[in-house]
């Protein structure tokens, strides 16, 4: 998500930025959301200092043995009026924060300007492209024709888009996890971690997998509401990596005292 200061002072800039990526910041809505976040900051101030004001007040009064009851009557109203008021304000707050997670990235300044993958430019290459004398399979021609990767068993227990490895295949998938976590961790200096499979949903939408995938993703409902208010979802595992190291790296750059 973009800083929101970003938006507040500069929106105009920050519109003319996302322009390239095809995306049209919707300035008008998030200028009125904004004035009237504004407006009911200023009037929950108000009502705040004016509640605290009367509560003195309500002290001074018993203090000096004076009737306070007409003071406690407006003091009950001011709260009532304050707590409407920041309902509200949480509210336009709400619709704030999701309208700035639907926000992309700015585009880095040497991404070329496209509609298409017809318009990416190669920046380089590595080796040669194999020349073959026969028709090459991809993977899944490969592995389904070997018996070894099964779609149709995965879609009967999770759903589309997954795969059943097995034999040889299964235990390359293994050895491969082994020798990528044993480079990393003994040659380049990363620490292995063994983070949780369920995250909450601040932790997706740190990761951009939040509100834009929300419906591709497995999630656990909250007791009590079906499926209309998830707790927990399925995070790859770069989420609840990025989340741990996210928490890592603030608490390690406050200072000590």
């Known amino acids: 998500m973009l800083d929101p200061n970003q938006l507040r002072t500069r929106l105009s800039e920050t519109a003319a930025a996302l322009r390239p990526r095809g995306f049209e910041l919707a300035t008008e809505e998030y200028l009125r959301l904004e004035t009237e976040r504004k407006s009911l900051q200023i009037v929950t101030q108000q ?35 304050l707590k409407q008021t920041e309902i509200k304000l949480t509210g336009v707050q709400g619709q704030i924060e999701a309208f700035s997670l ?28 194999p020349q073959c004398d026969f028709d090459p399979k991809d993977h899944v021609d490969l592995g389904t024709g070997l018996g070894a990767m099964d779609f149709e068993a995965a879609a009967r227990i999770a759903s589309a888009r ?29 620490t292995e971690v063994y983070v949780p499979y369920l995250v909450n949903a601040r932790s997706m939408q740190g990761t951009g997998q939040l509100p834009k995938f929300a419906q591709d993703l497995f999630a656990i409902p909250e007791p009590g509401f079906g499926s209309l208010r998830p707790r927990s979802y399925r995070g790859a595992m770069p989420v609840t990596v990025r989340a741990f190291a996210a928490r890592r790296v603030r608490t390690e750059k406050i200072p000590a005292g």
């Open 47 to 81: 009502l705040q200092q004016e509640r605290n004001s009367k509560s003195k007040a309500i002290g001074i009064a018993k203090a000096r043995g004076e009737d306070a009851q007409g003071l406690l009557e407006e003091v009950a109203d001011l709260g009532d009026r």
């Open 162 to 190: 997954f795969v059943v490895l097995s034999g040889s295949l299964a235990r390359m998938h293994r050895a491969l996890i082994q020798f990528m976590l044993d480079v990393h961790t003994r040659e380049h200096g990363y």
């Open 102 to 129: 639907l926000i992309p990235n700015f585009p880095h300044a040497s991404v070329p300007i496209g509609t298409s993958e017809h318009d990416n430019r190669e920046v380089r290459r590595w080796g040669h492209p």
